[in-house]
Nanobody, 129 residues
Framework: QVQLVESGGGLVQAGGSLTLSCVASGRTFASYTMAWFRQAPGKEREFVAAVRWTGISTYSGDSVLGRFTISRDNGKNTVYLRMNSLKSEDTAVYYC??????????????????????WGPGTQVTVSS
């Protein structure tokens, strides 16, 4: 069993930056693939980014490519999402997710909610224009 808790959300101006953190419980964190998703009001949950256990293989959704960076610190059981050049359309609840599988993954599978077994409660990010 893995429990995830996100933090770092808040209100930021457009063009600003924010870093989200997700702390995971459980001794097997290092073997999990971790991801961030987001859900804006009235929209479906959207894949943001994912990182495999080594921290070397990362994936980003098209809407955040070049602006957001995912990373992890296995010693701290923590995954991060650094968000730069924030836009109003980035406003959403951001969720941390974990999959006990380390792949290999197709692009379709790593971006799918079904791949991830554990989810955090989410943290709100609001970008003001």
């Amino acid at each position: 069993q893995v429990q995830l808790v996100e933090s770092g959300g808040g209100l930021v101006q457009a063009g600003g930056s924010l870093t989200l953190s997700c702390v995971a419980s459980g001794r097997t964190f290092a073997s999990y693939t971790m991801a961030w998703f987001r859900q804006a009001p009235g929209k479906e949950r959207e894949f943001v980014a994912a990182v495999r256990w080594t921290g070397i293989s990362t994936y980003s959704g098209d809407s955040v490519l070049g602006r957001f960076t995912i990373s992890r610190d296995n010693g701290k059981n923590t995954v991060y999402l650094r968000m730069n050049s924030l836009k109003s359309e980035d406003t959403a609840v951001y969720y941390c997710a974990a999959s006990p599988s380390d792949g290999p993954f197709s692009v379709r599978s790593i971006e799918s909610e079904r791949t991830y077994e554990y989810w955090g409660p989410g943290t709100q990010v609001t970008v003001s224009s």
